[in-house]
């Protein structure tokens, strides 16, 4: 009896650990404008691309600019938009205006907003 009570365990732990997520991608080095190299992890969900600094700052890449500037979240209706704010991964923000997004921030707005 206890055999089969340890296989079964055994066996619901080895499928759990098969079904689990997979691990997040590492960080990459991205090059600014300016030759600076910043360090920052690939994300998308739900049509939306976004990076994230070691710090877990929303950061998206200004085409304009060539920099990877932390993000300006907007709604869209139901939908969100991430756009940059002009401020440089790694400046200072000195504006009172904006403050940086986390990801833990943004993710409670998507599930705020999917309700």
Known sequence: MQTRFIVFII???VTGAASA???AQPSQVF???NG???HLQRMKADGLQW???HR???VVFNKQSGNYEYARVMADGDQFKLLPSGIKVGEKNESSEF???TQREL???RNKKSR
Do not use: C, E, R, Y
């Open 56 to 58: 877990g700052d929303v």
């Open 107 to 109: 993710l409670k707005l």
């Open 51 to 53: 990076f994230v600094t």
């Open 36 to 38: 600076d190299q910043v």
């Open 21 to 23: 997520a997979p691990p």
């Open 31 to 33: 090059n600014q404008s």
């Open 99 to 101: 403050s940086i997004t």
């Open 11 to 13: 066996t619901f732990a």
